[in-house]
């Protein structure tokens, strides 16, 4: 038993230049395919349900701390490392090997038995394929972002991301930073040399990035975990980041209200 | 032969002689005020700087709307706009704007700002003469349709909330009678003199636990104690007047930018109420756990949050012109109320001093 089909989809990847997303497109166009598209859902939902928590580990329950103990400074200008970032493909590519190699198994263990229960195949429960590509989409959306400004004072962090709003996390010791909105609840805090945002939105949607900066201060990795209520096991992607000196443009510019953004120019 | 006088004497005689002429200038002025209000039983408002209402637990802040550095300038500027319809409307006295409560004030008006933004204010006012009898404890609460903005100053959005405390004001005021008014009058300057030297003027006041004060007696009026209690005050009402003037210039100022800011703030909240609306209306338009659905979840949030930090960021825009400004009066606006808290409190242990060195007798504690 193969999972036929859905490898020849995951490689409707772009390689070879510097955006790592999915050919969402051409999975439409898959899934709208009545053949494909019930082939590709009943494979995986036989397997969806043996392979829970095995795509990706799940994440340790980190018991995080308000105050930044160990000192650890993320500020600075950082850039997508495209080469040493998880392929979102891939990643997707490893499920899929992991769900043959589970639905196999199973379908083995159930041939074995079929004299005795009768055998069938397990569908259901709560994960679907829609479900896990939602998340994988989800994952590899919320993590595009090329490129972040991190300002980091004793008091707090603000993490600039292109396209998407900037993570804050404001230190106070002996408590964790949590603020909750009609939108959904953001708590963050120090886990050791790691800094943790945690996001719980609706729907059963929840986001973790964990931030880690190596022992020379010029690589970054954030570990973006995504939990969806209806996928029995989480998916995380490992962005990495190098540190680089922004052009000195020669001016500077602050936001005020009557005049916009003003810039003044400065000496080098 | 020529001494060298030490420059930080000849300052000081300088500033004391200032003082003293500024003083006696004061003095002209207020026996004429005194007069006049007498007449027209007025009764002069101490209005305290408001309590910015700013919680403690910062991780509330972003949920409440709340900017603290704009809160602790708004502090400042709505006793400033509510002097203003005071004194507009002719019915008070002296109406003066204090760094902190001047306990012996005839009038003390004091405010907590519960939420303010572009669309609501929510002031929670208290108001207590000096015999201790409360005249007011209410919330205002005013709004603003998008009509008001922009903002023609020197009109305010919420210039109803102040103009409706004025007229509370006004309502108690006028169901007292003129003894009660003088008697008010009377008790505030014996509760100045208690304050000043507890030895000799606390005898004529008697007070109860909850704070209320009786006039026992009254010191002659030719008295030279009480002639000197009243100068020390009148001192003090110059340093006061100072701070006012500071108070109105950065109102002024900050008036501008500040009504700029709440108009985009209303337009966000605007945004933000029909967004929510739209959200609560509107069924998912994935099925639950689809990419579809995720996203637009996670699209709720992320555009709310890009809303408050646009905000948060005009807020800082807000201080990049608030603060220069300030610097050209007396540091900034944040530095304004510092500096001049510390000098209140120094001028008046100044001013006690000088009234123990001339009166022989100790220094209140």
Redesign the interface.
């Known amino acids: 038993m193969r999972l036929k089909g859905l490898p020849s989809l995951w490689r409707n990847y772009q390689t070879g230049t510097r955006r790592y997303g999915l050919r969402w497109g051409t999975l439409r166009a898959h899934m709208q395919n009545p053949a494909k598209m019930s082939r590709t859902i009943s494979l995986l939902f036989v397997v969806v349900l043996a392979v829970c928590a095995c795509a990706s580990p799940a994440p340790k329950r980190a018991v995080l701390q308000g105050s930044n103990a160990q000192s650890v400074n993320f500020s600075g200008s950082w850039e997508m490392d495209y080469g040493q970032s998880d392929n979102t493909q891939e990643k997707l590519d490893s499920i899929v090997r992991e769900l043959n190699r589970d639905a196999q198994r199973r379908a083995a263990q159930s041939n074995m038995q079929q004299g005795a229960v009768g055998g069938g195949m397990m569908i259901g429960g709560p994960s679907s394929s829609s479900s896990i590509l939602g998340m994988v989409r989800m994952a590899d959306l919320i993590t595009q972002s090329p490129l972040l400004d991190i300002t980091q004072d004793t008091d707090k962090i603000r993490v600039k991301r292109e396209q998407d709003f900037d993570l804050t996390c404001e230190f106070f010791p002996g408590e964790l930073n949590r603020v909750e909105t009609p939108f959904g609840t953001e708590i963050c805090g120090w886990n050791g040399h790691q800094l943790v945002f945690k996001l719980l939105l609706p729907e059963g949607l929840s986001i973790q990035h964990v931030m880690t900066v190596g022992a020379a201060g010029q690589k970054l990795n954030i570990a973006t975990t995504v939990v969806s209520s209806q996928v029995s096991f989480p998916f995380l992607l490992n962005r990495v980041y190098n540190r680089f000196e922004p052009g000195q443009s020669g001016y500077k510019c602050e936001v005020t209200l009557t005049r916009g953004t003003v810039c003044t120019t400065e000496s080098r | 032969m020529y001494h060298r006088i030490p420059l930080s004497i000849v300052r000081l005689h300088l500033s004391v002689l200032a003082v003293c002429v500024m003083a006696a200038v004061y003095l002209c002025l207020q026996v004429s005020v005194a007069q006049s209000s007498d007449d027209d039983n007025f009764v002069d408002v101490g209005l305290v700087i408001f309590d910015p209402g700013i919680p403690v637990d910062?991780?509330t802040h972003?949920?409440l709307g709340i900017f603290p550095e704009i809160r602790k300038a708004e502090a400042k500027y709505m006793p400033v706009m509510l002097r203003e319809t005071l004194i507009d409307s002719g019915d008070w006295g002296v109406v003066r704007v204090l760094p902190e409560p001047l306990e012996s004030s005839e009038l003390l008006v004091t405010g907590v700002i519960v939420h303010s933004d572009g669309q609501r204010l929510e002031l929670q006012i208290q108001a207590r003469d000096a015999t201790g009898a409360q005249w007011l404890d209410k919330a205002y609460i005013g709004t603003t349709t998008p009509s008001v903005y922009p903002v023609n100053v020197p009109v305010d959005p919420y210039s109803q909330v102040y103009a409706q405390i004025a007229a509370d004001l006004l309502a108690v005021r006028r169901q007292k009678s003129a003894s009660q008014l003088s008697e008010i009058r009377e008790v505030a300057l014996m509760r100045y003199a208690s304050e000043l030297a507890p030895e000799v003027f606390a005898s004529y006041l008697s007070s109860s636990a909850a704070g209320m004060y009786t006039l026992q007696r009254l010191p002659a009026s030719d008295d030279p104690m009480l002639a000197r209690v009243v100068r020390i005050r009148n001192q003090e009402y110059l340093f006061i007047d100072t701070v006012d003037e500071q108070y109105a210039r950065l109102a002024e100022e900050m008036a501008?930018?500040y009504n700029?800011?709440r108009q985009?703030g209303a337009e966000q909240a605007d945004y933000r109420d029909e967004y929510?609306s739209r959200v609560a209306s509107k069924t998912?338009q994935?099925?639950?756990?689809?990419?579809?659905?995720?996203?637009?979840?996670?699209n709720?949030?992320?555009w709310?949050?890009?809303h408050?930090?646009d905000l948060d960021?005009?807020a800082?825009?807000?201080n990049?012109?608030v603060a220069p400004t300030q610097m050209e009066v007396s540091g900034t606006v944040f530095k304004l109320s510092g500096s001049l808290d510390t000098q209140y409190i120094e001028w008046r242990e100044i001013l006690q001093r000088i009234f123990a060195l001339e009166t022989g007798l100790p220094p209140a504690p």
């Open positions: 910062k991780s972003s949920k501008p930018t700029l800011w985009y929510q998912s994935g099925r639950r756990g689809s990419f579809v659905a995720l996203e637009q979840t996670y709720a949030y992320k709310s949050k890009i408050e930090q960021e005009l800082l825009g807000f990049n012109e």
